[in-house]
């Protein structure tokens, strides 16, 4: 039997008042409507918790009973409410976030950080991850990931301006090996390639000529799901690797490593924050939609 929880909280009125005219009076209802949702309770429950005379109201055993054990359980429920609703007005609870490893200023630390400087009352849950899922099923607020593969039913605000892939290798690995002059000159080469997980074939690297793309199966001789991994043994000679600019621009002006075939590398919509609805947004993720916004 499922609980009449308005019924409940009239029949807990009743108990502390012992009055129907002043539940009625707190409750803004007439008289008429204490006594028949009380009725209603009895009746549903086959006792009588409540003796009434014209002068007194009181409970009856089953009445006490009821009240003792229920009163504590709706004040947890209203203060359970009221939590809630303070969630509402401020921003504050636990943000969770799936960002892609390549998002590389979104990931970079002083966004976050200034962030939560701004707002200490939020702890930051960041998932960093390539693999494709709903975030809505999975659990989280936001997610963090190029805008092409967004889906169409999500609101998006952008956190980065566009974005390309390179290939790049070290100075001296060009020493050894001769400079590709087109994608297609890979296959000759020793290639550090990326994937998500073993279960995956490695990624596929993206060219485009003349207005129209293409990618290249390079057979990597290494494979990883670890960038930074694949960037050191781009450092160190092992090969050419493929990825964000972002991913290497420090080192590419630092000249540790040297970018290739730029001319087959064109620009992309880059990343973007991504959610499930403007409405009734937590003000935990409006205030992250907010710093975003603020942020050049």
Known sequence: ????????????????????????????V??????????????????????????????????????????PALAEMRAAVERAADLSERPRGQLRLAVSSIANRFLSGPLLAGFLEKYPE???????????????????????????V?????????VSGDQRQLAVCAPHYLERFAVPSHPRDLADHRCIGWRPSPRMAPYRWEFA????????????????????????????????????????????????????????????QGFYLYYPSRRNMAPKLAALVDHLRRKP
């Open 30 to 71: 007439t008289r008429s409507a204490v006594s028949q949702t009380l009725n209603r309770l009895e009746e549903r429950l086959g006792i009588a918790l409540v003796l009434r005379t014209t002068r007194s109201v009181n409970l009856t055993e089953a009445g006490e009973r009821l009240y003792q054990e229920v009163a």
């Open 122 to 148: 939020i702890q930051l849950d960041v998932t960093v991850t390539d693999e494709e899922f709903d975030i809505v099923t999975e659990g989280y607020d936001a997610g963090v990931r190029l805008g092409e």
């Open 209 to 268: 000529e003349n207005g129209q793309e293409f990618s290249v199966d390079v057979a990597p001789n290494i494979t990883s799901n670890d960038m930074a991994l694949m960037i050191n043994l781009a450092v160190a000679g092992a090969g050419i690797t493929f990825g964000m600019e972002e991913s290497f621009r420090t080192l590419i002006e630092q000249n540790q490593l040297v970018p290739l075939l730029e001319d087959y590398s064109p620009r992309f």
């Open 1 to 28: 039997m499922l609980p009449d929880l308005n019924a409940l909280s009239v029949f807990l009125l009743i108990a502390e008042e012992k009055n129907f005219r002043a539940v009625a009076d707190r409750m803004g």
């Open 150 to 158: 967004i889906s169409q039913d999500m609101i998006a605000l952008r």
